[in-house]
């Protein structure tokens, strides 16, 4: 069985930086890419970033140039890079793994950014 679970998120004041883990555990085949979203309070989840099948990288306009996605395909780990935060920034963040068949989510890490 598939299971995400996300890890370092917490609260940190405006500027700062975080890295939000996501490990990976079980079998996971035909993977198309790997994507970090968020949900803030009130507001509906907004993709953050993705990475393909292929190593290309994207990000949302809101955060390029402050948050950078990248893997360890080895120990099977996503993370999120997350600097120069801003109070928008805040929300809850969460792993998925989209394959040809499936996707897969974590459970969702907390992140608050104070002004």
């Known amino acids: 069985q598939v299971q995400l679970v996300e890890s370092g998120g917490g609260l940190v004041q405006s500027g700062g930086s975080l890295r939000l883990s996501c490990a990976a555990s079980g079998s996971i085949f035909s993977i198309n890419a790997m994507r970090w979203h968020r949900r803030a309070p009130g507001k509906q989840r907004e993709l953050v970033a993705t990475i393909t099948r292929g190593g290309s990288t994207n990000c949302a306009d809101s955060v390029k140039g402050r948050f950078t996605i990248f893997t360890d395909n080895a120990k099977k780990m996503m993370y999120l890079q997350m600097n120069s935060l801003k109070p928008e920034d805040t929300a809850v963040y969460y792993c998925?793994?989209?394959?040809?068949?499936?996707?897969?989510w974590g459970q969702g890490t907390q992140v608050t950014v104070s002004s």
């Open positions: 998925q793994i989209a394959t040809m068949m499936d996707d897969y």
